[in-house]
Antibody, heavy 120, light 107 residues
Framework: QVQLVESGGGVVQPGRSLRLSCAAS????????MHWVRQAPGKGLEWVAVISYDGRNKYYADSVKGRFTISRDNSKNMVFLQMNSLRAEDTAIFYCAKDYRSEGSNLDHWGQGALVTVSS | AVQLTQSPSSLSASVGDRVTITCRAS??????LAWYQQKPGKPPKLLIHDASSLEIGVPSRFSGSGSGTDFTLTVSSLQPEDFATYYCQQFYFFPLTFGGGTKVEIK
């Protein structure tokens, strides 16, 4: 069965960096696009970024463009989110999610999430 | 970015009720829309993909319809486990966007 496990969350000061990881199993990672979606405490879902199945195409939300970078290592079944210049408003649960197809479509499996808290 | 407006933002309903949630897009998104259910402390779960296709394993009381700018999620007979928050999401344009959510509560 598909399993996505996020790690790397924690408390970080404003302006600092953090790298999230997502370990994928139960499917052929190299066939599917992968996403990061976040949810601030008590708020709705906000899409963050997607990377195509082969890593060639990446798209970002305007709120994180230029600060966050999505990447993947299909040989290790891993997806990453490098987050730089973090702000208080980036505080959220970050979910790794599998795309239904090769790039950007429905998100059919989700991890349990990693909590990122940006605070001094 | 495409804005998705869900209505209502919350509703109260009883077990057995028929419930309809709408999602309106600020521009046409074809059939590039999905519906998710989220329960407190849990990740979202895909219910409907490509506007009207029921995801495998999802009960048939859930259905989706619409295309272009107007979409609907219907629960034909609300069950106790259906009390949750529901989100629509478009994937026709980047950046992908989610609606603000509809919280379904017990009356």
């Amino acid at each position: 069965q598909v399993q996505l496990v996020e790690s790397g969350g924690g408390v970080v000061q404003p302006g600092r960096s953090l790298r999230l990881s997502c370990a994928a199993s139960g499917f052929i990672l190299s066939n599917y696009g992968m996403h990061w979606v976040r949810q601030a405490p008590g708020k709705g879902l906000e899409w963050v970024a997607v990377i195509s199945y082969d890593g060639r195409n990446k798209y970002y939300a305007d709120s994180v463009k230029g600060r966050f970078t999505i990447s993947r290592d299909n040989s290790k079944n891993m997806v990453f989110l490098q987050m730089n210049s973090l702000r208080a408003e980036d505080t959220a649960i970050f979910y790794c999610a599998k795309d239904y197809r090769s790039e950007g479509s429905n998100l059919d499996h989700w991890g349990q999430g990693a909590l990122v808290t940006v605070s001094s | 970015a495409v804005q998705l407006t869900q209505s209502p933002s919350s509703l109260s309903a009883s077990v057995g009720d028929r419930v309809t949630i709408t999602c309106r897009a600020s521009q046409g998104v074809g059939s590039g829309l999905a519906w998710y259910q989220q329960k407190p402390g849990k990740p979202p779960k895909l219910l409907i993909h490509d506007a009207s296709s029921l995801e495998i394993g999802v009960p048939s009381r859930f259905s989706g319809s619409g295309s272009g700018t107007d979409f609907t999620l219907t629960v034909s007979s609300l069950q106790p486990e259906d009390f949750a928050t529901y989100y629509c999401q478009q994937f026709y344009f980047f950046p992908l966007t989610f609606g603000g959510g509809t919280k379904v509560e017990i009356k």
